[in-house]
Each structure stands twice: as C-alpha cells, then as structure tokens.
C-alpha cells in the first residue's frame, strides 16, 4: 500500500503529474486531486478529481525520475546509461562506484539492478539534491557520498565516472576495481574521451569506446519519419581490468 511521503505519478488523458502522498491538494487543469486519499491505496488504482477526472496512480520507476526529478544539471540520457548497464553486465550480485552523481539519475538506474551503489559527489548542493531524489525512488542500497572520488577505498565490481577526466581517475579506479572488473566513463567531448583512453590502455586489458546514436521516430498524418533532435550526447569508454 502507498505511504505518507511517497513519490508518485498520476496518469490521466494527455497528462500525468509527479505528486507526494500526504497531506494537501494538488491542483491540476482537470481539477484538484487529494493528495490524502493517496495513503493507502495500491498502485494501478484510481483516483478523481473534484470535477470527476481519473487519475491512474503509479509508483515512479528510474524513467520517469529521469523526466520528474529534480535537476542540478543535465543527467545521463537513459540511452547512454543503458549502454554502460549492458557493457559493464552490471547485476544484483555488483557493488558499484558511481562518481559525478549530479541530480542522481544514472544512481538510481543503477541501484535498481545492483547489490550496492556508492555514489559520489564533489558539490555539496548537487549532492543533497541527489539524496532526496534517490530517497524519494525509495532506494536503501543507494548512498551519496559528499566528497572526492579520488578519497573513495574500497573494492568494486563497476566503476563508473561521469566527470571531467584525469589520469588521476583512471588510475584511482583501476585500484578500487576487483580483478574482472569494469570501469566506464561518460565524456561528452572527444578530448575528454582522449584522455580516458590514452590512461586506459596501459592498465586495463581490454579497452572500448563507444558513441549511441538516437533517432525517435515520429509519426503523423502526414507520414513517418525520424526525428530532427540531435541523437548525439557523449561517448562510453568501457575498460576490463
């Protein structure tokens, strides 16, 4: 059953609203919706807003964090972080690195699939950003460390870096990895992409780097065609110990 304090999506006609279970009421063009009638009731269920709209109530998976959740800057497109779940075999049995949280977004994808992850983040305003989101994703295997990577010990089965790359990184990631281990790095510049290959190739076996192109097709009556959106965003180094 839903609790106070639960984030939660409403889905209704041509809408759907990012709300929290408690007190208060939330008002939408449709009507306004009792955020108390909330408590209680299951996921899939429906709720009406005082002019008798309906409202699907669901619980928030990491895509629609991806949409709703509190920004501190531009996350990792689930396309990308995607690829580094896929190329990484990331599991329920990892203990994952995770640095350059951001708002938390590529955190909370993560600690859906792994045993653990330790997210860090330098800026103390963007981590606590992060906190509450992955708090509100009612994630407990998920912590936000606020400090460096390069202080980080530990041992690790994935490491990934979304952050302005040095050698210094690559080389404090190679040391937290267990032996089989993968590292992976978002870069949305080619230079910031050299530098995580050149420190690569000399301590890892096996090194990969990749770019994911995106097209959305659109459809309409006029006809189908792809979308004009850039399809770029970053490239994904991936790097076996």
Do not use: Q, W
Not at 178 to 188: A, E, I
């Amino acid at each position: 059953m839903i609790e106070t304090g639960e984030r939660l999506l409403l889905v209704g006609e041509d809408r759907e609203h990012f709300v929290t279970a408690g007190e208060g009421k939330f008002s939408t063009d449709r009507g306004m919706i009792d955020l108390a009638a909330l408590v209680g009731m299951n996921p899939g269920g429906e709720i009406r807003t005082h002019l008798d709209i309906p409202f699907t109530v669901l619980r928030p998976r990491p895509t629609d964090f991806f949409v709703h959740a509190k920004r501190s800057g531009a996350p990792m497109l689930p396309k990308d972080i995607g690829m580094v779940i896929a190329y990484t075999g990331m599991n329920r049995d990892d203990h994952v690195l995770d640095a350059g949280t951001g708002s938390g977004v590529a955190a909370i994808y993560f600690g859906s699939i792994a045993r653990s992850v330790k997210t860090y983040e330098v800026r103390p305003e963007f981590a606590r950003i992060a906190e509450k989101n992955i708090k509100n994703a009612r994630l407990d295997n998920v912590e936000v460390v606020a400090a460096d990577m390069l202080d980080a010990t530990g041992e690790f089965d994935v490491v990934h870096l979304d952050l302005t790359i040095t050698p210094a990184h690559m080389e404090h990631a190679f040391s937290l990895l267990s032996p089989g281990g993968y590292l992976s790095c978002y870069t949305p510049f080619l230079e910031h992409t050299f530098v995580a290959l050149d420190a690569a190739a000399p301590l890892f076996r096996d090194v990969h780097c990749y770019e994911c192109m995106e097209r959305e097709l659109t459809r309409s009556a006029r006809g189908t065609r792809p979308s004009t959106r850039v399809g770029h965003s970053g490239y994904i180094t991936v790097a076996r110990k």
